[in-house]
């Protein structure tokens, strides 16, 4: 299997404009989550879907920010306008219902707002 | 709510045991993983707990005590490629598939 594949690997943006993120998951695997990585906060949680459906978005920061899994194969994070502060390392990992929760992580998209 | 404390860094001698500990305060424990992070990279899955007691793998072992709160991650013969954060995780049953991350401890491995 490929792995979970995330695209772009590195994004450079300038302030307002906007900015969507995909991903990929594991074939097969029910659960997708969107992480955000900093140096400050360390990795946190935006939001996950089950069987395409989101279950919990309480880490999305704001407004700015949406998430979409049409199917099962495919999901976009997307931010709306950007700012300086979202800059970071956007996470996407997948896991399988009853594979003991362990969630596989794509290689990542590094943002950077200017 | 979850509350994990690990230490932010830790250095030892390439060869030497290396022993990270995670400590956490969560309703509904489910299950507590270790992840490895090498700078610039995703985490990898490293290893998974729900019981008690010791679980080896290789050079590394977890161990886990549910009653105390308390995991740690051993890290034998070191190498230099273990130089990385170490993430501690946990897993509840308020939040199916969900993981609550630590903040992570780096480990410098020294020649």
């Known amino acids: 299997d490929a792995g979970v594949i995330q695209s772009p690997r590195h994004e450079v943006t300038e302030m307002g404009q906007e900015v969507t993120l995909r991903c990929k998951p594991i074939?097969?695997?029910?659960?997708l989550f969107w992480y955000r990585q900093t140096m400050m906060r360390g990795l946190e949680l935006l939001i996950y879907?089950?069987?395409?459906?989101?279950?919990?978005d309480s880490g999305m920061p704001e407004d700015r920010f949406s998430a979409k899994m049409p199917n099962a194969s495919f999901s976009t994070l997307k931010i709306q306008p950007s700012e300086p502060r979202d800059s970071a390392v956007y996470f996407c990992?997948?896991?399988?219902?009853?594979?003991?929760?362990?969630?596989?992580f794509g290689p990542g998209t590094r943002l950077t707002v200017l | 709510g979850q509350n994990i404390d690990q230490p932010t860094e830790m250095t030892a001698t390439e060869g030497a045991i290396v022993q990270i500990n995670c400590t956490y305060q969560?309703?509904?424990?489910?299950?507590l993983f270790w992840y490895q992070q090498h700078a610039g990279e995703a985490p990898t899955f490293l290893s998974y707990?729900?019981?008690?007691g010791l679980e080896e793998k290789g050079r590394f072992s977890s161990f886990l005590s549910r009653s105390k709160g308390y995991s740690y991650l051993l890290l034998k013969e070191l190498q230099m490629k273990d130089s990385a954060s170490y993430l501690c995780?946990?897993?509840?049953?308020?939040?199916?598939?969900?993981?609550?991350f630590g903040a992570g401890t780096q480990v410098v491995v020294t020649p």
């Open positions: 969560t309703s509904g424990f489910n299950g």
């Open positions: 995780a946990v897993t509840s049953t308020d939040s199916w598939g969900k993981l609550q």
């Open positions: 707990n729900v019981l008690d």
């Open positions: 074939s097969g695997h029910d659960y």
């Open positions: 879907f089950n069987n395409n459906v989101p279950i919990d």
């Open positions: 990992a997948s896991s399988s219902n009853g594979d003991t929760d362990t969630q596989y």
